[in-house]
């Protein structure tokens, strides 16, 4: 379980305690650990709270507890980060690290940090008090962190369309390897009491009046069994894998053509 508040910075401690009992009973100072949540706040230098790890955090426990669910701790709801703290390693922070805005300068970033600012995100969610502790300037920062992540989301859009384009192409190329493989096989036959003509090949048996579908509208209304069986009887073979719907479309065309 994670929780995704990127206005908050959690990280998990060692507290080192006095343990009044025990020292009494052993005549010298004792003292115990403790591992605690520090969660800050974006904007908020005044605010920082503490809370045993294992302790159970209300908000969460109460809808965990409404879903029938039990109690659930701070080490639970930032689990990432607890896992990070056991390892021994960097707790991470979710989104994009201030290091990776190009509008900020270093200067920036670290008065940023300093505010319990640690990510774009933070910063273009800022508002109200939070926002005003930037002074000057900081509605434009909190608009540029804005714009970053718009751009940045725009750019996925963009990386992820090419690669479904590249996947087609991919799956277009392989299927015509197939039809020119089986194209290839296609041998010359002499049917029985005819003479011999070098021009005759073995076919597949196929209606002669079967109408040919127009392939700009017919074809991209039948479903996907359809179009693979109709390529297995005109080019001998079922599509391998799983093909598109469109390269299936594209394929039919070809065959529907040639």
């Known amino acids: 379980m994670t ?24 005549g010298r100072p004792i003292f115990s650990d403790m591992e605690v949540c520090d969660i800050a706040f974006a904007g908020n230098t005044k605010t920082r709270a503490t809370f045993p790890a294992h302790e159970a955090e209300p908000n969460a426990t109460r809808e965990s507890v409404k879903d029938g669910n039990g109690v659930v701790t701070y080490a639970m709801l930032y689990n990432e980060q ?27 970033r670290r008065e940023l940090k300093a505010l319990n600012i640690h990510t774009v995100e933070a ?22 962190a804005q714009a970053y992540l718009d751009n940045a989301a725009g ?12 996947s087609l192409l991919e799956q277009m190329a392989d299927l015509r390897e197939q039809i020119a493989q089986m194209s290839g096989r ?29 392939a700009s509208t017919d074809f991209d209304k039948w479903d996907d069994d359809k179009l693979k069986d109709y390529i297995a009887e005109h080019n001998g073979s079922r ?20």
């Open 3 to 26: 929780s995704n508040n990127n206005q908050t910075t959690v990280v998990f401690r060692i507290h080192t305690m006095p343990d009044a009992t025990a020292s009494q009973k052993a």
């Open 82 to 108: 607890y896992r990070a703290f056991k390892a021994g390693v960097s707790q991470p922070t979710s989104g994009t690290p201030l290091s990776e805005a190009p509008f900020l300068a270093e200067a920036k």
């Open 123 to 144: 910063l273009a969610g800022l508002d109200g008090n939070p926002l005003k502790q930037l002074g000057m300037g900081g509605r434009d920062l909190k608009n540029q």
């Open 155 to 166: 750019s996925a859009d963009v990386t992820a369309l090419a690669a479904q384009n590249a």
């Open 186 to 214: 296609n041998t010359p036959v002499k049917e029985v009491g005819a003479t011999a003509d070098p021009n005759v090949y073995a076919t597949h048996d196929e209606p002669e009046t079967e109408a040919r579908p127009d």
């Open 239 to 258: 599509p391998r894998g799983n093909p598109s719907h469109n390269t299936l479309v594209a394929a039919a065309v070809e065959l529907a053509n040639g």
